[in-house]
């Protein structure tokens, strides 16, 4: 009777995690397709962000399927990233840099007539190129992001 009832309960237990999955894999395919249907500029943070955490519970709860012993097939869009807080430390550090780049853009255009100083110059290609950097991480990572004018 009690192995009845340990069975009993794997098997609720199983499928739970795995309705649950099925939710974070809507969650997933709704941001991914607000992704495609927007122009690029007008995607948000939020929802690359909204992707990176649907990515990491559906790998959390794939995980634990299989260490029930349950089948957890990968699917498209199920792709494993690094903790959340990178992913938000990454996403600060862009925001970070944008905005440097418009603040060198802007001391530019004040010295347009005189040439621009070395360090401002100096200082626009190193934020173009973290922010390709960064950029380049998250892609990677298979988040979706906003292009931005003037990167």
Known sequence: MEESNRLTERRLL???YQA???NWRFVLRTLLGTQLALPPEQVSNDVALGVARARQE???IKDYLRVLGAPA???????DIPDLSEVQHQF???RNYRRTLSQLQVQRLQFASQG???HIAHGIAEARAAIAQIEAQLRQWGLPLGDCVDE
């Open 73 to 79: 097939d990968d699917q498209y869009g199920d792709v």
């Open 20 to 22: 649950l999955l099925a």
């Open 14 to 16: 199983i499928e739970e």
């Open 58 to 60: 559906i790998s959390t």
């Open 116 to 118: 621009t100083p070395p």
């Open 92 to 94: 600060g550090l862009l």
